[in-house]
């Protein structure tokens, strides 16, 4: 069974600086994707970036980007020039075969110090 | 955009109860997924339906059941509510069942309590 760990449960970034979230999963598939969402305190869920496993280059999203290094199941979130809003939590997931089913990770509480 | 509207934002039930907990789509998606995501243990996956009529087991199935009669709405059951069901309850639904690349659209959530 495929598994996706988030070993930090919580981060903080200094408002304009650059912060990395980390994610390791675990599969056997050879075809599949990865993807980070945000959830703001009492908001909605929404996709942040996404990254096909077959391309080599990494996802860029504005200031989101992804570190996506295949060979060692990694897939870590930069957010660049940080902002109040980007404090939320974020969950890293991963999907493969049919009907988009996603694994989460259990999830990183971002805070951003004005 | 896509909206998935969660029907209660807040729901207080007492144990034994059947709850229902609805979720409509406007975006004629063929997915549509139920989980209940608990502070520690990220989100987990009850049920998923990829058409009208059929279901799937998710991780976590037990002391749940649902029901998809439209292809707008998924519905999450609780047959007899329990204290561990307490928790928040995120609907979400994808476009097609033939992708697994399709990002999931999510509601707002409805925060469950069982006293």
């Known amino acids: 069974a495929q598994t996706v760990t988030q070993s930090q449960p919580e981060m903080s970034v200094q408002e304009a600086e650059t912060v990395t979230l980390s994610c390791t999963y675990d599969t056997s598939e050879s075809d599949y994707y990865l993807f980070w969402y945000k959830q703001p305190p009492s908001r909605q869920m929404i996709l942040v970036i996404r990254q096909e496993a077959y391309k080599q280059q990494n996802a860029t999203e504005n200031r989101f980007s992804v570190n996506f290094q295949k060979a060692a199941k990694s897939f870590s979130l930069k957010i660049s020039d940080s902002q109040l809003g980007d404090a939320a939590m974020y969950f890293c997931a991963y999907s493969s075969g049919a009907n988009s089913k996603l694994t989460f990770g259990k999830g990183i509480t971002l805070s951003v110090r004005p | 955009d896509v909206k998935v509207t969660q029907s209660s934002r807040y729901l207080v039930k007492r144990t034994g109860e059947k709850v229902f907990l609805e979720c409509v789509q406007d975006?004629?998606?063929?997915?549509m997924f139920w989980y209940r995501q608990d502070p520690g243990l990220g989100l987990r996956l009850i049920y998923f339906s990829y058409d009208v009529k059929m279901k799937e087991k998710g991780d976590i199935p037990e002391g749940y059941s649902v029901s998809r009669e439209k292809k707008e709405r998924f519905s999450l059951i609780l047959e007899s509510a329990s204290t561990n069901q307490t928790s928040m309850y995120l609907c979400a639904s994808s476009f097609t069942a033939a992708l697994s690349n399709q990002p999931q659209h999510f509601g707002d959530g409805t925060r469950l309590s069982i006293l």
């Open positions: 975006m004629d998606h063929e997915n």
